[in-house]
């Protein structure tokens, strides 16, 4: 069944990320891929929804120009969690982009159900892995 999305672009629809370790991008690539980021999130009046993350990347997205009262946040425990919440971001439509902060993904299960939820919602999504920490551990 092929769906038909008159609102996507057809541009940003075909490039949706394979999500797997090697296209995995590094918390270094979040400001270079912002100006993206940026235009897929001022396009409509959806959510922004980070998953995972840091204050950090709400505050570039805010100095970006995206309304703080648009960013949903979803911290998670573990990394399960935030694969689970990853993918009910996106099935649920609602997000015009999803940028996940995860340290890998559990499966290539997983990275598949993450690329097909993308496709069938036409939501916009970036697996990044996880910010280092911002504070030494002693």
Do not use: C
Not at 44 to 59: A, H, N
Request: glycine letters at 4%.
């Amino acid at each position: 069944m092929r769906y038909n999305y008159p609102h996507a672009n057809l541009e940003f629809a075909v490039e949706a990320l394979n999500i797997s370790d090697e296209s995995t991008l590094s918390s270094e690539d979040f400001a270079t891929m912002m100006p993206r980021i940026q235009s897929l999130a001022l396009r409509t009046k959806q959510w922004v929804t980070v998953i995972g993350g840091s204050r950090q990347v709400i505050q570039q997205l805010v100095n970006a120009g995206v309304s703080r009262s648009r960013i949903r946040w979803v911290a998670g425990r573990d990394a399960d969690q935030r694969e689970w919440a990853t993918e009910q971001a996106l099935l649920a439509g609602t997000s015009s982009v999803v940028l996940s902060f995860l340290d890998a993904l559990s499966s290539p299960r997983v990275a598949q159900r993450l690329k097909m939820a993308s496709k069938v919602s036409q939501t916009h999504s970036f697996v990044f892995r996880s910010l280092p920490s911002q504070s030494p551990l002693h």
